[in-house]
């Protein structure tokens, strides 16, 4: 079974305080995942990496950077946390990014309180 | 138009029925397609993908998709409260480009 797992299932920080959320997974994939859900909003991606060290902005990349050192971690990092910024934050995983292999593994998620 | 739609419920059914959720979805380049299950607070779970056109049956659940119609389907048989959650779409237009409907909320009364 795939396992994904996340540092912290909550987590509240003050505004403009730097944040750090971690994902680690245990599938040898090759794709990770960080996207937020907010209640009407959907799922929406903030930014994914294909391979160590490379990353690719998605949709909301705004006030997010990422860190990707070691194939099995990838790290979300919260610059200057805002109050914008609470929301419940998944991690995913994928083996690869083509039809039959492209099936994203998620982690428990975060639910991430900015004050 | 949004890029994968559902309705978003809340759709209810009573135990034992049909549970018949719909999806369509706007890129006809799409080439995969997902339905995760998502109970309250959680975070999704991967029910079923399905690449090709027709059905696809897993237990009580099946998948239905029409590529020409950009259409795509989930019918949960037999329907149990259990099943009661938030169901998501999800369609992978090409290598990683993943896009998620905002989600249809089963309730299944006992």
């Known amino acids: 079974d795939v396992k994904v797992t996340q540092s912290s299932r909550y987590l509240v920080k003050r505004t403009g305080e730097k944040v750090f959320l971690e994902c680690v997974q245990d599938?040898?994939?090759?794709?990770m995942f960080w996207y937020r859900q907010d209640p009407g909003l959907g799922l929406r991606l903030i930014y994914f990496s294909y391979d160590v060290k490379m990353k690719e902005k998605g949709d909301i990349p705004e006030g997010y950077s990422v860190s990707r050192e070691k194939k099995e971690r990838f790290s979300l990092i919260l610059e200057s946390a805002s109050t914008n910024q609470t929301s419940m934050y998944l991690c995913?995983?994928?083996?690869?990014?083509?039809?039959?292999?492209?099936?994203?593994?998620f982690g428990p998620g975060t639910r991430l309180t900015v004050l | 138009q949004k890029e994968v739609e559902q309705n978003s419920g809340p759709l209810s059914v009573p135990e034992g029925a049909i549970a018949s959720l719909n999806c369509t979805y706007s890129?006809?380049?799409?080439?995969?397609f997902f339905w995760y299950r998502q109970y309250s607070g959680k975070s999704p779970e991967l029910i079923m993908s399905?690449?090709?056109?027709g059905d696809k049956e897993d237990g009580r659940f099946t998948a239905q998709l029409n590529k020409a119609s950009q259409y795509v389907s989930l019918l949960i048989r037999d329907s149990q409260p259990s099943d009661s959650a938030t169901y998501l779409c999800a369609v992978n237009l090409y290598n990683n480009d993943m896009r998620f409907g905002a989600g249809t909320r089963l309730t299944v009364k006992p």
């Open positions: 995913a995983s994928s083996l690869f990014g083509l039809a039959g292999s492209d099936t994203q593994y």
């Open positions: 599938m040898d994939h090759e794709n």
């Open positions: 399905i690449y090709s056109n």
């Open positions: 890129d006809r380049g799409s080439q995969s």
